[in-house]
Structures are given as structure tokens and as C-alpha cells.
């Protein structure tokens, strides 16, 4: 008995059980001539994907006016653009409806990452 927790041990530290993570994305849902998604563009954009919050959530955009894509399922319909969506596996598990700028888009994000047991921590 004592081999076989000693090999078991072994095992386990040699092999380290994998703990597979969740495959988060952000979907922003947009549209042509959405000022509101133009905005965001100019104010977050080009930073997001550098950001932890990027890193954990890539961003996919889709167009509001389509159907939702196939390997997605959505709570709700998507109304207004912009809309970002946090996708777990595909499946929504939080929602920002509009763009009410910046300050509050990266607290709201972060609240949304939260509720999914993901803290980013913040300088300042």
C-alpha cells in the first residue's frame, strides 16, 4: 500500500492533473453608423486586446442585424448596439447593453469577469 501512494504521488507531481479553463470572448454586437460603437472604437479598440481583460476575453464582433451566430447561445436577443457580450464556452454569462464610456465599460467588464471568479487587478 505504501508502494502505491508513493507511485501515486510520483504520478501526480511528474503529471500535474491539467484544469482545463473556460474559453471566455467578448461579442460586440455593432452596426454601420452606430456612434456609440464608433466611440468605443476610437476610446478602446486598439488598446482592449492588450489589456488583461482582452487577453482572457478576445473581442468578436458580429453585425447587430444579423442572426447571432451558430456557436453561440444568447440569453436574449440583441437589441441595441453596441452590445458586448461575455461568452463562457459559447454560452452568455453577462451583458453590457450601450457603451457608457470608458470608465464604466472597463468597471462593468470587470464586474461581469468577476462574477465569473476572474479578478484583474488594477494599478492606481
Not at 482572457?56 to 436574449?76: G, N, T, W
Request: proline share 7%.
Amino acid at each position: 500500500m505504501r508502494r502505491f501512494l508513493f507511485l501515486l504521488l510520483a504520478v501526480v507531481l511528474v503529471f500535474p492533473p491539467v484544469i482545463s479553463r473556460a474559453e471566455m470572448t467578448l461579442l460586440m454586437a455593432e452596426e454601420d453608423g452606430c456612434m456609440w460603437c464608433a466611440r468605443w472604437d476610437e476610446e478602446i479598440s486598439e488598446t482592449y486586446p492588450k489589456t488583461p481583460e482582452g487577453k482572457i476575453a478576445p473581442l468578436r464582433r458580429v453585425d447587430i442585424r444579423h442572426s447571432a451566430p451558430a456557436d453561440i447561445a444568447l440569453e436574449r436577443p440583441l437589441l441595441f448596439s453596441p452590445t458586448f457580450v461575455l461568452l463562457e464556452n459559447g454560452q452568455e454569462v453577462g451583458r453590457i447593453e450601450g457603451y457608457p464610456g470608458e470608465d464604466f465599460f472597463w468597471g462593468l467588464l470587470g464586474a461581469l469577469l468577476l462574477d465569473r471568479g476572474i479578478s484583474i487587478e488594477t494599478s492606481g
